[in-house]
């Protein structure tokens, strides 16, 4: 097992010196959220992490939750970690004071986050859908809702869960049938099946409460007739818990995220499971897409953290282990080399060093821009509120497809020893690769930025886009070393712009099915373009720190960002051209070619 899973070095330096977190704290609504306990949190996240999670990664992988008799079974960890998140206030902790949270800033907690699924994903998967569906519930559901599972969520004690997809409907929401019938107690009689539900059940779980998508009995077809319940396991009648008909049919066998199971659920086979409609009818979808773009980002620090842990693990082997010789020197009585000293393996290690640091700072820039739709009002607001819905499909997309690369590379680099268990790497291979099909696919992430969030108020999110990147441009362009760099990426920013036009132009003149063919193509550009952004902010910071002249540790940290925005800009930012190029042809050849010339 390897020793170390984060860089908390760079981790403070993302949010004290390239978004300066503890300026948040002007705004009364943050006050308390100073740089010393903004540093403080993150300390004690990582000494959960150090406690709690890494020491059973592997473990939860190899004792895998299993169904027996009708009970899930999990690691005994689970319960531990639940309960130390609990009371260390971790799942309310964004909730304001008013509400029993600690009104922790967004970009603390996607700080924090990183770390807990660094340390291990499988469980940190636990109270994050537990802090989402109870979060759901304060912001939409009843005072007797709030009042009746809110307190129990947050506490750990009882599991939340999001629970959309169904056998026959998969990402087609307007699909599902799982039906809700009023009941005269204002209960609704909900019958079903769900898949694909993330810690579902579990022995260790007090309850499991469900914020489920159904449709009533007589409602508008499609999403229009979509609404949100609460559909506990165990439901509270008179003081105890009594059992709800939701029952657990089935584990899936995973290729990774072992540790945390996925449920196959059946509702009412006695006709007796009684859900709570949430907020209005027939508007259950745009509830829960609150809790999904917060899941959706949470998936690119997901995924950035599995990039961290992978990288962290390479290098330790890199650094440890002795192989060959410099071509140059083939002597057998010289002693052999550290493979780290090899160029191909420092570019597998910058490259997985660019796509982490990178990632990072671009989920935390979207956890940024969240705190500062919260506290501010009119134009600013809704600016903040533009470019956080604009990004918010890129900070999933990106970062969870690049981590496949990145963690393939981290196996990579061990050579045989990084496909054998013996070292942790093939299991962050395995466990990232859901990420880029969790809370919607890569090709749904693509289609909903270039038809709802590219167009959305004429545009004016992308201007804002623009505007933010220009200003990092126009900053590192007054410094020697980064000017090639800020304008590389100004012409990578001018493309996008010619591609962006002529794809709006397509959507206007012809079919969906035309200006949405290569979306994913539009997704992969924008997402390098988006991370260039974000290095070129961070090797600005590093340059004028070198600038001002740190030294020791402080020189070699700071030219170790130089030397991942170098590799950034000068390996994966070209990569754009070709992409643009693509998207401005003309040629339609996955819409035009048969289904029989692939079969």
């Not at 693990?313 to 010789?325: D, F, I, T």
């Amino acid at each position: 097992m390897a020793k170390e899973y984060v860089n908390m070095r760079n981790l403070r330096f993302v949010l004290h010196e390239v978004f300066a977190a503890e300026n948040l704290s002007k705004n009364p609504y943050y006050a308390d959220y100073t740089k010393e306990v903004i540093d403080m949190t993150i300390d004690t996240a990582k000494k959960l992490g150090d406690e709690l999670f890494f020491p059973i990664y592997t473990e939860m992988d190899k004792k895998k939750p299993h169904l027996e008799n009708g009970v899930v079974t999990v690691h005994d960890g689970v319960r531990k970690m639940m309960d130390a998140m609990g009371e260390g206030g971790w799942i309310a902790a964004s909730a304001s004071l008013e509400e029993g949270g600690q009104q922790m800033p967004g970009t603390l907690y996607a700080a924090s986050n990183f770390i807990f699924h660094a340390a291990n994903t499988s469980a940190a998967s636990y109270f994050g859908l537990t802090m989402g569906s109870s979060d759901l519930i304060r912001s939409f559901g009843s005072k007797e809702l709030n009042e009746t599972y809110v307190p129990q969520m947050d506490s750990g004690k009882w599991q939340g869960t999001m629970a959309l997809t169904e056998p026959d409907a998969g990402s087609s929401l307007g699909d599902i049938t799982t039906s809700a019938e009023p009941s005269e107690d204002g209960s609704y009689k909900i019958k079903g099946q769900k898949i694909f539900i993330s810690a579902g059940d579990y022995h260790s779980a007090e309850n499991v409460v469900h914020l489920m998508l159904a449709k009533i009995k007589g409602g508008p077809v499609g999403v229009k007739g979509i609404s949100l319940f609460v559909v506990p396991k165990h439901r509270p009648e008179n003081g105890t818990l009594v059992n709800n008909d939701v029952i657990s049919a089935g584990v899936f066998g995973k290729m990774g995220m072992k540790g945390c199971p996925i449920l196959h659920l059946s509702m009412g086979e006695a006709d007796n499971c009684k859900g709570w409609l949430v907020g209005e009818p027939h508007k259950g979808l745009s509830y829960m897409f609150k809790m999904m773009n917060g899941a959706r980002i949470s998936v690119g620090m997901m995924s950035t953290a599995l990039c961290s842990a992978a990288y962290h693990a390479s290098l330790e082997y890199c650094n440890e282990r002795p192989q060959g010789r410099p071509v140059s020197n083939k002597d057998p009585l010289v002693p052999q080399s550290l493979i780290i000293e090899y160029a191909d393996v420092k570019r597998m290690l910058l490259f997985q060093k660019a796509v982490t640091e990178g990632c990072l700072s671009f989920v935390t820039q979207c956890a940024y821009y969240s705190d500062m739709e919260k506290i501010t009002e009119g134009a600013e607001k809704e600016k903040y509120n533009l470019l956080l819905n604009l990004l918010t499909p890129i900070a999933k997309a990106y970062p969870s497809e690049m981590s496949v690369l990145s963690t393939s590379a981290a196996v990579q680099t061990l050579g045989g020893a990084g496909y054998c268990d013996d070292f942790p790497l093939e299991q962050y291979f395995r466990d990232t690769r859901i990420n880029p099909i969790y809370e919607g696919t890569t090709g749904i992430q693509a289609m909903d930025l270039l038809a709802r969030k590219i167009p959305m108020k004429m545009g004016q999110g992308l201007m804002h886009y623009a505007a933010e990147i220009n200003q990092t441009i126009a900053e590192a362009a007054g410094i020697e070393n980064l000017k090639t760099h800020a304008e590389n990426l100004a012409k990578a920013m001018q493309k996008f712009t010619e591609v962006t036009m002529k794809l709006m132009g397509l959507a206007q003149s012809q079919a969906p099915e035309i200006f949405l063919a290569d979306a994913t193509l539009f997704l992969e550009n924008v997402g390098i373009v988006s991370i260039a952004w974000q290095w070129l902010k961070q090797g600005t910071v590093a340059q004028k720190a070198l600038t001002a002249g740190a030294s020791g540790e402080e020189h070699n940290f700071y030219q170790g960002k130089l030397a991942a925005m170098n590799y950034f800009f000068l390996y994966e930012l070209p990569k754009s051209a070709p992409l643009c190029e693509r998207l401005l042809s003309d040629n339609r050849l996955t819409l035009d070619v048969k289904k029989e010339y692939i079969n």
